[in-house]
């Protein structure tokens, strides 16, 4: 059986990106996605293995010593990383792998894992960002500047990435992006068992 | 605006390429189809500019001469072809264009044209591949181990391709080759403008 492939899906806050993702995993239960490890305590409403699992941070220091990271980060304190172990046990069983990180783990993952794909989402245009980051209104001209400088320094990466899908219609992102999935499956290097079997018969 | 791709589309008999051509050119209207120029007199139930442009062998050659068709062959005393002209005007317009061609044709085109994305059409086993070429029962044994035999030649040429799609279900095998086909638009290649025209409102 052919490996499966692992797939870097990154976008800005205001990109739909985990709307996206939520309903490319419904739609393709098949999928592994990969979950990330945090190192603070839980916070009310979250629950362990959901969208993040949580570990002391000994366990993350032990983790990051041991190589047992795919990529990590700090911030406010915390460390957060994706394990590298689920993802590669996925990847060997045959089962394509998606990785949501932003554009410094991409890079990273890419380094690790050249033959990853990967997948930046982007908001249609400038007005459209803003108006998406502007909330209900209720954010001061500042905030909302901050927000679009965030975004903006990630778009501004989004040549590192092998695809590309702008998020303007949610359906028809969604789409794309299992169109991205769907079509790897169907490179030379994923189908060879067949051209094989079946001249084998010959 | 961005160009369009080639994609060139092969697969022996019995793989169901003419079908599966058919309905994506119904699925997908904006996609250019190349028609064949063939040195040979109409036959009956023929139509000009449907499968085929008519022309004779003198001006068949005059197109050679010129270096007008991305790939052609001779069969039987007739020379087919590609004519180059109509496909190069359509990428250029940024439309997608698809060029049905044998495996020696496809190499061809390859060579002059090394962005063209391919595709190999493939029956899905060998079984079903001599079930279909064994028609309504009425051939002889020699006959149908004839037609394997040129099949099973195509077949083990399939990995000079980029992607295998194989026709089982006919409405997948479809959906197949427009997910390779919408893929390719969302490279990043194609998606530089929306990129650069977001970035440059900032």
Known sequence: MSKGSLYIVS??????????????FKKCPELFFSISTISRPMRPGEVEGEKYH??????FLKLIEDDMLLEYNQFCGNYYGSPKKPVLDALEKG??????????????????????VSIFIMPPS????????SGRGTETE??????????????A??????????????????DDLITVIRSQRLLLERQKNIINDLLKNA
Do not use: C, H, W
């Open 95 to 116: 089962i394509d792998a998606v990785l949501e990180v932003d554009v410094n783990g991409a890079k990273k993952v890419r380094e690790a894992m050249p033959q990853a």
């Open 142 to 155: 500042e905030v909302i500047n901050a927000r679009m400088k965030t975004a903006l320094d990630e778009i």
């Open 126 to 133: 400038y007005a459209e960002l803003r108006r998406r980051l």
């Open 54 to 59: 949580f570990i002391s941070k000994d366990e």
């Open 11 to 24: 976008g800005p806050s205001g990109s739909g990106k985990d709307t996206i993702l939520k309903e490319v």
């Open 157 to 174: 990466r989004a040549s590192e990435y092998d695809f590309i899908v702008v998020n303007d219609d949610l359906s028809e992102a969604v």
